[in-house]
């Protein structure tokens, strides 16, 4: 996963996010969230699954690190392949069960308890959804339907017609979030770091900061990813050309 080692920023988006991911595991329900390309929704659902974590532990090896953060994590983070069949979303999913609990177990790892079969995943997000074929997707819902744990699908804007057209899955849906890009004052919050990161600070009273910051937002549109990509073009020319400001 290419996660360009950005540092993850709380953003309101993501407590959101954060609260539709609970409301559907409280209440067991389908979820979609849907938004369009960059905003931050499959960085939102591993910081909120602590997926990067998880999947770091080598379940084989005792010499695996020792997690306790990990101990009360329910939620399974699972990324559609571009080519799925229902045979391959059973082993991905049970796949996904393995390392929780995996990852459960590391976190007791001083307590010496047995690693259980028993199954304590309450959520599954599903990134990329809107690659599930037909199949695969009745696939999904029949494993929501036995297991006990809420389900969300993530996917671009137009996920939620896609899914309505498939009355026994959309039936279930209890929820339906959309991931908008940043807002004005919170890409302050976002560009403040930026500048920070390039060992700048970033004044609002002075003319040409303000200027400039106009210009990353206008270009931007909130977009995280776009904002990343900026910075990395700006953090080099700035190099190249010995600069030590930022300017429109
Ligand atoms: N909360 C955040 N803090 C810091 N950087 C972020 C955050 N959210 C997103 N980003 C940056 O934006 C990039 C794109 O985010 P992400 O991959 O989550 O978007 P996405 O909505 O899943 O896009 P797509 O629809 O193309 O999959 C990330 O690689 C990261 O650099
Ligand atoms: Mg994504």
Redesign the pocket.
Known sequence: M???N??????KE?RFFEEFCEACKRDKYIGICF??????????A??YSKWNEIEAIDPFSESSKYWPELADRKTVFYTAPVSNTPKKIDDNLNDGFFKLRAAVYYSNKFKENEMGEENSCELVIV??ADRLTLSSLEHLRDRYDQGNFGLIV?G?PGIEKKMSRYPQFYSRVGFSHP?NPLSEEEMEF?LQHHWEKLGLSLSLEDFTDKEAMASVIRVTAGN??L??RLFSQIQRIMKVNTLSSITK
Do not use: Q
């Open positions: 290419k996660t360009n950005t540092d993850f920023l709380v953003t993501y938004g369009p390309p960059g905003v931050g929704k499959t960085l939102s591993r910081h990134d990329e993530i671009m991931y976002v995280f990813r904002v990343n």
